[in-house]
């Protein structure tokens, strides 16, 4: 019988694709901004492997006081995530154990000036905020970069190693986790994220050129 508990990892990608929503400014009357969602084309899902899971908003607000008065901040990005079943006999059976994540965040102008600060973001530094919010990832070490095709444009996407727990067991597992840096599409930016168990680097991190390269936003 399969087991459907899902990887940690997906985790560990939805803290790392959730660090673009905190904007810390403030400029005249209430602000909201909201991403428009990316997807991966049927060919690069049929070519790697990987199923839609879902996909999901997540909206960040913030409060501030300026003159006496109270502003807010309202940003909502979004999630579109794929994950691929593998057959882990070492963890006792079937798990959701690779994950790819096409997050889009928008761009926050505001006068003709862009604020969301992934803009200015390293793929280290994504990653250091979102081992502080995710317990479930630990011990990650940048392990190498390399640069592939999101959209028609060049991007550097870093390679992490680390640890995650697998959800339901306790049992931790190494993984390898696959960052890009953000891409400018319209109005928004874009941040491919993917996670897997490190003992299939070799074959996922072509499927994570596939995925990335079949993207697709209409932002």
């Given at each position: ?19 673009a929503?905190?904007?810390?400014f403030?400029l ?65 059976g079937s ?25 200015d ?45 697998l ?8 993984i ?11 109005d ?9 168990p ?7 991190r ?14």
């Amino acid at each position: 019988m399969k087991s459907r508990r899902s990887f940690l990892a997906s985790g560990a990608v939805g803290a790392i694709a959730a660090t673009a929503g905190c904007l810390d400014f403030i400029l005249g009357d209430d602000l909201s901004f909201s991403a428009s969602a990316a997807s991966v084309s049927d060919s690069a899902l049929s070519e790697s492997g990987y199923d839609k899971r879902r996909t999901q908003k997540k909206t960040f607000e913030k409060t501030f006081e300026v003159g006496g008065e109270s502003r807010s901040v309202s940003v909502t990005n979004v999630y579109a995530e794929y994950d691929r079943t593998i057959d882990l006999s070492f963890l006792g059976g079937s798990q959701r154990a690779a994950t790819f994540t096409a997050a889009t965040t928008p761009k926050a102008k505001v006068l003709g000036q862009t604020f969301n600060p992934i803009k200015d973001m390293s793929p280290a530094e994504i990653v250091r905020r979102a081992q502080g919010r995710y317990q479930g990832l630990s011990n990650l070490q940048t392990s190498g970069e390399h640069t592939v095709t999101i959209l028609g444009k060049d991007a550097t996407v870093t390679r992490f190693t680390g640890e995650a727990e697998l959800s339901g067991s306790g049992q931790t597992v190494d993984i390898e986790l696959q960052v890009s840096e953000a891409v400018s599409s319209g109005d928004d930016f874009l941040l491919a994220v993917s996670g897997y168990p490190q003992r299939l680097a070799d074959e996922e991190r072509q499927h994570y050129v596939t995925l990335a390269g079949g993207v697709q936003h209409d932002g």
